[in-house]
Structure formats: C-alpha cells, structure tokens
C-alpha cells in the first residue's frame, strides 16, 4: 500500500515561515491534503487539493506538490500555528485513505 | 453547518466487540458522493484510517483491520455505525468520525473523537 513519510519534527520562530515536508513515490500525481491537529482536539483540514484553503483558514497557509515531495508552506508563523501537521493522500489504486505520521511544529 | 459526534463504550475487555456510533447533522448521507469515514489515533501517535462508508453504501476497509470490521449507516437517523471484533489493546485509541465531501477525498469535518480504552 502507498506509503507517506513526514519529519517528525520543524521548529520556526515567530514570524518566519515554516515548511513541512510529506514524501511519497510520484506524490505529485496524487492530491495532497493537509490537517492541523491542536492538542486535545479534532483535526482540522487546512489545505485540500495540494493548494486549496477551506474557508476560514488564514491564507498563510499554502501548500504544493510535485514530484515526490508535497510542502506545506505556513508564513508569518503564530504561536497559535503550533500544532502536528499530518498530510493525506488516497491511494487510488487500493481506494484506501492514507495519512503521513505527522510533523509536530514548534513555536520557538 | 455540518457536525457529528461519536457515541459508544469507553471501556472494552480484550476479545469484546466494539460498536462505535457517529451520528451527524447538516448533509444527507444520500448525497452523490457524499461518504462518513473513521479515523483513529493511538494516545501519542498518528491519525490512521479505519473504515469509509460511501452514499451508495459502497464500503473500504483499511487493509490491516478489515478482518474486523463493519460499517454501516442508517440514512433515515443520520448514523453511521461501526463495528469491530475481538478488540485488543493495541485498539486503545479515539476514534474520530468525519465527512467526506462529494468534491474530494479528503475528511473536511470531523467530530470530537472519543476514547476506547481496551483492558480487562
């Protein structure tokens, strides 16, 4: 079954931007959709479609994907961004769901 | 606005089988493409998918636990139900329910999750 493999960690510091990284074979013919996952509570989609913001998600976030690597790019970081970001693909080859193993980011 | 929350024991023995209710507002669940999909997450670990419940009552089960599960939905009561057999504590974990839109494949609301404890 597809794999996807994150950093386990990406520390950034007020302000700056933080990249978070999710590999997988020719990733970039799937589509990439990423949740924010604050502690103790539910996770919340933040991109879908490699790039897209549901509404309500501060266009700070912005995401891409080619190749193996999809990126979620955070700019102008916030201590409220800290959080695990987990990506997800679907395996259209099993019709499976697949997160990663998330990315804790920390807020220096 | 769409919501669900799911509903179902806290606590299971090893070997029990656990039912596991979600039940949601605000989308039908005849909806074309429109699908209700478990996730869980292990104290400390990563979200993992369980189980997707399509419109038309097609089904996909993760491939290391479909041995184990059911899932079914009630469109008239707005509930999807899963089941799964001979629990183990490894299985410790919450368990989230969410809405699959019909534009992609992705989970865009979720419930609050609850926690299932598997221990004699």
């Known amino acids: 079954s597809y794999v996807v493999t994150h950093p386990p960690s990406v520390s950034v510091a007020p302000g700056k931007t933080a990249r978070i990284t999710c590999g997988g074979n020719d990733i970039g013919s799937k589509s990439v959709h990423w949740y924010q996952q604050r502690p103790g509570q539910a996770p919340v989609l933040v991109i879908y479609?490699?790039?897209d913001r549901p509404s309500g998600i501060p266009e700070r976030f912005s995401g891409s994907n080619s190749g193996n690597t999809a990126t979620l790019t955070i700019s102008r970081v916030e201590a409220g961004d800290e959080a695990d970001y987990y990506c997800q693909v679907w395996d259209s080859s099993s019709d499976h769901w697949v997160f990663g193993g998330g990315t804790k980011l920390t807020v220096l | 606005q769409i919501t669900l929350k799911e509903s179902g024991p806290t606590l299971v023995k090893p070997t029990q089988t656990l039912t596991l209710t979600c039940t949601f507002s605000g989308f039908s669940l005849s909806t074309t493409g429109v699908g209700v999909g478990w996730i869980r997450q292990p104290p400390g670990k990563a979200l993992e998918w369980v189980a997707l419940i399509y419109w038309n009552d097609d089904k996909r089960y993760s491939p290391s636990l479909k041995s184990r599960l059911t899932i079914t939905k009630d469109t008239s009561k707005n509930q999807v139900v899963i089941t799964m057999t001979n629990m183990d504590p490894v299985d410790t974990a919450t368990y989230f329910c969410?809405?699959?839109?019909?534009?992609?494949?992705?989970?865009?609301?979720w419930g609050q999750g609850t926690l299932v404890t598997v221990s004699s």
């Open positions: 969410a809405h699959r839109p019909k534009a992609y494949d992705a989970f865009d609301i």
């Open positions: 479609y490699d790039g």
